[in-house]
């Protein structure tokens, strides 16, 4: 299927006054090995950034500890200057240490420098939305958000940050973002087999706010599961492309940032999200996080 700037899976939502494409683009598979170092092929990573703004997608998701600052710096040198229509979300919270680790940095002066380091690899004077990371590579851990938020909140007011988002965090973490500041999005881990924040996507949905799954399609190891594949054998698909129709479906405020080095996988995936999964189709894969 050739895909345009028409024709995208799922429609667009509206991040506070910024209207994206619901199927976006994930950048950290763009480092090397580990999300670390530059990526074996330059020239490529250019083309996957590009291709994904020609094929219409308008929500691309980064951070500046990726590499570090590697897919930034991508980013900048393949679409720059940008079109007016690209929303460029990033994350702030954690860095990344000698041995490949993701400590966290959450002190005021390490927001700051996240921020401003953000600003500059990504050749911009504001980002459109900034997300607050919490928990680690476990998954969220309970803690207060309040001073971190209260940091950005700040470098929002100086004009530095135009939307705020959290990331890797409790539902509880969530509502006391809420009570700092207003936020646009949630972006957590869930996909078929973790279900964890189904009352959460609910919630979320109904109060206008975002919803992005990293880690759409499991992870580093793919989704395994008998009926994804029964499905997918079935429509005579990939079980990556039923997964992200499964997403798409979920709920209307889920935004996709699937991840991908190649131009020839992003283009797959674009397509493959066009599946329109039956209520019986949906009833098997519903069975694989329950």
């Known amino acids: 299927m050739t895909t345009s700037r028409t024709t995208l899976p799922g429609g667009t939502w509206t991040l506070g006054d910024q209207t994206v494409t619901r199927f976006g683009y994930g950048a950290m598979q763009l480092a ?22 020609a094929a219409g997608i308008t929500h691309v998701d980064t951070s500046v500890a990726y590499g570090p600052r590697v897919t930034n710096e991508l980013i900048r040198e393949a679409l720059s200057p940008y079109p007016e229509s690209l929303v460029i979300a990033t994350k702030v919270g954690a860095e990344r240490d000698a041995q490949g680790g993701w400590p966290t940095a959450r002190r005021p002066e390490d927001l700051r420098k996240q921020v401003h380091e953000t600003l500059e690899t990504l050749g911009v004077e504001t980002l459109d939305l900034v997300n607050m990371r919490m928990g680690d590579a476990e998954g969220p851990r309970p803690g207060s ?15 530095l940050i135009r939307h705020l988002g959290v990331s890797n965090v409790t539902a509880e973490q969530v509502a006391e973002a809420r009570g700092v500041t207003a936020i646009v999005c949630v972006q957590n881990m869930y996909n078929l087999a973790h279900r964890h924040d189904d009352a959460l996507v609910d919630q979320l949905a109904t109060e206008g706010i975002a919803y992005v799954p990293f880690f759409p399609l499991g992870g580093f ?23 992200l129709a499964w997403l798409l479906q979920r709920s209307e405020n889920i935004l996709l ?3 991908t080095s190649k131009a020839a996988h992003l283009h797959e995936n674009i397509a493959g999200a066009f599946l329109v999964l039956s209520a019986a189709d949906v009833a098997e894969l519903d069975s694989i996080g329950r």
């Open 32 to 53: 090397g090995p580990w999300v670390v170092g530059p990526p074996a092929d330059h020239d490529g990573a250019l083309a996957v950034l590009r291709d994904a703004v």
């Open 145 to 159: 958000i309040t001073a971190p938020m209260e940091t950005l909140a700040a470098l929002q007011q100086e004009g």
């Open 221 to 243: 190891s793919p989704l395994q599961s008998a009926a994804l594949s029964a499905v997918a054998d079935r429509r005579g698909t990939t079980p990556m492309a039923v997964a």
């Open 257 to 259: 940032i699937p991840g």
